[in-house]
């Protein structure tokens, strides 16, 4: 029975999940609502918990795409400064859903195409396809080339991989930007003691921001209330940054750590993710949001001053894959 993939109906909604029955972990993916994996439960020190938050109701119901589970931010995370940006000298106008920016892309709320599902090589499979031109119809002519986002989850004992595939099907230059809105319950049990707690993400600097927008600079870490190297604490953490300079560590670009529970949720992204936003919504105590980016938000308006944020262009026919993992790790109490 391990690993194994399932289907069930949230009203008129197909939702799919990936199993591991040895482990009791189990992801569940709605396509039609962006592809959001909304519940995420991973053996944590012995017993199966929720670590992924989401709204109870959301697959029968879902609303506010980019406050529950993992939401995809595609074919830019974060905002774009008034809705418009210019392109290879191309003006172009985005509908302004943060008004009066526009914020994460197009594919997080989208009807997806499920390509295939099953086992393979020892995982749970779920693949998933985004399309603007198929899938946000409407937003084709607001972007200067059509995309295709290809998404593959896979499920195997404590740990859930997501690749991710980005690929140009026109003639012309497409520049894109990929996030995933990720939220966690945290501490892992939802006790309300948070003190024994860390946040721990391995930033060397952060950018300056003004009304949730990017200045430019950057400063480093050290000294500053945004040095997560060693870990902050959710019992008073209060975060809405833009972290970068990220390290590479095989070991972990983020860590979760509840000692009270011997656990952590470790997530690696390696070298592909170089912006990372930490992001505490009000009002919804023990959640945080680890947001990894490939690009900086306003990345075209960073772009024309000559400041590199990250932004990725990919010429006609050309394709770019990511790699993004989350564990769930028991540790040593000292």
Same mark, same amino acid.
């Given at each position: 029975?391990?690993?194994?993939?399932?289907?069930?109906?949230?009203?008129?909604?197909?939702?799919?999940?990936? #199993?591991?029955?040895?482990? %009791?972990?189990?992801?569940? !993916?709605?396509?039609? =609502?962006?592809?959001? /994996?909304?519940?995420?439960?991973?053996?944590?020190?012995?017993?199966?918990?929720?670590?992924?938050?989401?709204?109870?109701?959301?697959?029968?119901?879902?609303?506010?795409?980019?406050?529950? @589970?993992?939401?995809?931010?595609?074919?830019?995370? +974060?905002?774009?400064?008034?809705?418009?940006?210019?392109?290879?000298?191309? *003006?172009?106008?985005?509908?302004? $859903?943060?008004?009066? #920016?526009?914020? #994460?892309?197009?594919?997080?709320?989208? $009807?997806?195409?499920?390509?295939? #599902? +099953?086992?393979?090589?020892?995982?749970?499979?779920?693949? %998933?396809?985004?399309?603007?031109?198929?899938?946000?119809?409407?937003?084709?002519?607001?972007?200067?080339?059509?995309?295709?986002?290809?998404?593959? =989850?896979?499920?195997?004992?404590?740990?859930?991989?997501?690749?991710?595939?980005?690929?140009?099907?026109?003639?012309?230059?497409?520049?894109?930007?990929?996030?995933?809105?990720?939220?966690?319950?945290?501490?892992?049990?939802?006790?309300?003691?948070?003190?024994?707690?860390?946040?721990?993400?391995?930033?060397?600097?952060?950018?300056?921001?003004?009304?949730?927008?990017?200045?430019?600079?950057?400063?480093?870490?050290? @000294?500053?209330?945004?040095?997560?190297?060693?870990?902050?604490?959710? *019992?008073? /953490?209060?975060?809405?940054? *833009?972290?970068?300079?990220?390290?590479?560590?095989? $070991?972990? $670009?983020?860590?979760?750590?509840?000692?009270?529970?011997?656990?952590?949720?470790?997530?690696?992204?390696?070298?592909?993710?170089?912006?990372?936003? !930490?992001?505490?919504?009000?009002?919804?105590?023990? !959640?945080?949001?680890?947001?990894? =980016?490939?690009?900086?938000?306003?990345?075209?308006?960073?772009?024309?001053? +000559?400041?590199?944020? %990250?932004?990725?262009?990919? *010429?006609? @026919?050309?394709?770019?894959?990511?790699?993004?993992?989350?564990?769930?790790?028991?540790?040593? /109490? @000292?």
């Amino acid at each position: 029975m391990s690993p194994r993939v399932s289907t069930s109906w949230a009203g008129e909604r197909i939702v799919y999940h990936l #199993h591991d029955d040895a482990s %009791g972990a189990s992801a569940s !993916i709605l396509p039609s =609502y962006g592809f959001n /994996l909304f519940d995420l439960r991973l053996p944590v020190n012995g017993e199966v918990r929720a670590v992924v938050a989401s709204e109870p109701g959301f697959a029968e119901n879902p609303s506010r795409p980019a406050r529950n @589970g993992f939401p995809i931010l595609f074919p830019f995370p +974060g905002r774009i400064r008034d809705a418009r940006f210019t392109f290879a000298g191309i *003006a172009y106008e985005l509908a302004p $859903n943060k008004p009066p #920016h526009a914020i #994460h892309g197009f594919a997080h709320e989208a $009807n997806w195409d499920v390509i295939e #599902h +099953g086992v393979e090589h020892g995982s749970a499979t779920l693949i %998933g396809r985004f399309q603007i031109s198929r899938n946000a119809p409407e937003a084709l002519h607001r972007w200067p080339a059509d995309a295709i986002l290809e998404i593959t =989850y896979r499920l195997a004992g404590s740990k859930l991989t997501l690749d991710a595939s980005v690929t140009n099907p026109t003639e012309r230059p497409l520049p894109w930007g990929f996030g995933l809105h990720s939220y966690f319950r945290f501490p892992f049990d939802g006790r309300e003691d948070r003190s024994t707690t860390r946040l721990v993400v391995d930033a060397s600097e952060f950018w300056v921001l003004s009304d949730s927008l990017p200045t430019g600079e950057r400063r480093p870490v050290d @000294g500053t209330p945004l040095d997560y190297r060693r870990g902050l604490s959710m *019992a008073d /953490l209060l975060a809405d940054d *833009a972290l970068t300079g990220l390290s590479s560590d095989p $070991n972990g $670009n983020a860590r979760l750590i509840d000692e009270a529970l011997g656990a952590e949720l470790r997530l690696t992204y390696g070298n592909t993710i170089r912006e990372m936003v !930490i992001f505490t919504p009000s009002g919804s105590a023990g !959640i945080v949001a680890v947001e990894p =980016y490939t690009q900086m938000a306003d990345g075209f308006s960073l772009r024309d001053r +000559g400041i590199d944020a %990250g932004m990725r262009i990919l *010429a006609p @026919g050309e394709s770019d894959e990511l790699e993004l993992s989350f564990e769930s790790i028991p540790i040593e /109490l @000292g």
